[in-house]
């Protein structure tokens, strides 16, 4: 996209979120999509041993890429207040200490990951085989870290006015995980250690022409070596701002960590297989929502910096009527073929094929309440009530799964896990709204003063 094809200040709404948040959606559809086929390969070529392995190092990459959202995310939005305010410098400066804090965290978290990867897994609940199978796939995931981690430039990007360009570098890696995944599992064998060199080598690949596109100068905001360092005065509000989707990814990390452990008690490694496949069928929910909400942030931040809240009002109500939209869709698609959608995963274990069938009717249910939780929550990240963000980010995941998880396993045995994720999140979105409504009537009323 052209940035002077469009005004974020004056262009229609619609053709906005549909410019910004459309190849946003597509491109994370796409990244979602490898990692389905992943877990397509996993479930057929390893088994319940492989899908259980998987399921298990999922906490660990979503809290690596907690830290992506953390620098990007938060970058993103100052970088789009800042061209809002029309503020080059202040945006550029932006863009070179979100590098300088990356590349610290690069090191750190690389580190961290080689030396504690095998605790990690056995106090998630990994023992024995699974133990095993989980330590192979996670130690090649760690060894990707060094590039992985800058995909965080895919936020800047699209921050500066660019969606296509993320768009379509996932679009090139995705079919390089996949093609890799065909050569690594089927004709060479290699298990979930294929499954996960295939990753890491498609997200390197995305990362390197990412990075190109600024070290050759192609970009609006330029990455001069000058701003690539910390400064105080810039560095923490861009951790202020990315906090809310950094805690939001974490907590949920720590959600999954929970439910694994409950699910190995209650139902055995079936069960946390079954999961495995529930997270790659959620997955194109969560992507399409973290998508939406990815692409409205730099319409809403620039609007935002521009004063005109109607604008960033008008913004999240379209964006929460095309989540939901999706969310109706694909509860009745689920509802109609659970079977069919479980044997695409495993075929021939009954077990599986029956609790993931139960788990998946269930969960569905509380698709469109998360989807609208996690555009809501990005809508206050952009408008910079980094507090509410914060609060909203935790509340699902942490505040209100946690004791509701326990308290439904406990009555109900192994649905009520799949029950709590539609109650605590029933609940959260219901608070959530509480949130827009009282922001509403505080900006009216600035309105009616100003007039």
Not at 351 to 380: E, G, N
Request: with cysteine; glycine share 8%; aromatic share 12%.
């Amino acid at each position: 996209m052209n940035p002077k094809q469009y005004s974020l200040k004056d262009s229609p709404i619609r053709k906005l979120l549909f410019v910004f948040a459309g190849p946003a959606v597509l491109g994370l559809l796409i990244n979602a999509l490898y990692n389905i086929v992943d877990r397509i390969f996993v479930g057929q070529f390893v088994g319940a041993e492989g899908l259980s392995a998987v399921t298990f190092v999922f906490p660990i990459t979503i809290f690596q890429f907690a830290f992506v959202l953390l620098f990007g995310s938060g970058a993103g939005v100052l970088i789009a207040n800042y061209l809002g305010q029309e503020k080059q410098e202040e945006a550029e400066k932006v863009l070179g200490n979100m590098m300088a804090g990356l590349l610290i965290t690069i090191v750190l978290f690389t580190l961290a990951g080689f030396l504690f990867y095998e605790p990690l897994l056995i106090l998630f609940g990994a023992k024995g085989e699974l133990l095993n199978l989980s330590s192979d796939y996670l130690l090649i995931i760690i060894m990707g870290f060094p590039l992985s981690f800058l995909l965080a430039l895919e936020f800047t990007c699209r921050a500066e006015g660019n969606p296509r360009l993320p768009a379509l570098l996932i679009l090139i890696s995705s079919i390089i995980n996949v093609s890799l995944d065909l050569v690594f599992m089927k004709i060479f064998k290699m298990g979930v250690s294929g499954a996960a060199l295939a990753t890491i080598i498609a997200q390197g690949v995305n990362a390197l022409l990412m990075l190109r596109y600024y070290i050759k100068g192609k970009s609006h905001v330029k990455l001069a070596w000058k701003n690539i360092k910390l400064q105080k005065h810039i560095i923490l509000p861009i951790l202020a701002v990315g906090l809310a989707p950094f805690i939001m990814d974490s907590a949920m990390g720590l959600q999954n960590v929970i439910a694994n452990n409950l699910l190995l008690k209650s139902g055995g490694i079936h069960a946390v297989a079954a999961m495995g496949i529930i997270f790659a069928v959620n997955t194109f929910f969560m992507m399409t929502a973290l998508g939406t909400g990815d692409g409205m942030q730099p319409i809403i931040s620039y609007n935002f910096g521009a004063k005109r809240p109607d604008r960033t009002r008008q913004t999240l109500d379209y964006a929460l009527k095309m989540v939901g939209i999706v969310a109706l869709i694909g509860i009745i698609i689920i509802e109609l073929f659970p079977t069919q959608i479980t044997s695409v995963f495993i075929k021939g274990n009954e077990s599986i094929i029956t609790i993931t069938k139960t788990a998946l009717q269930i969960f569905v249910l509380s698709i469109p309440f998360y989807m609208l939780q996690i555009v809501i929550t990005r809508y206050f990240q952009a408008i910079h009530a980094n507090k509410v963000a914060t609060f909203l980010a935790i509340l699902r995941p942490v505040l209100l799964f946690v004791p509701i998880v326990y308290f439904l396993n406990w009555t109900n045995g192994l649905n009520g896990i799949w029950m709590a994720f539609v109650l605590s999140d029933s609940l959260s979105v219901l608070i959530s709204f509480g949130f827009v409504y009282r922001y509403s009537m505080k900006n009216q009323k600035l309105v009616r003063v100003k007039c």
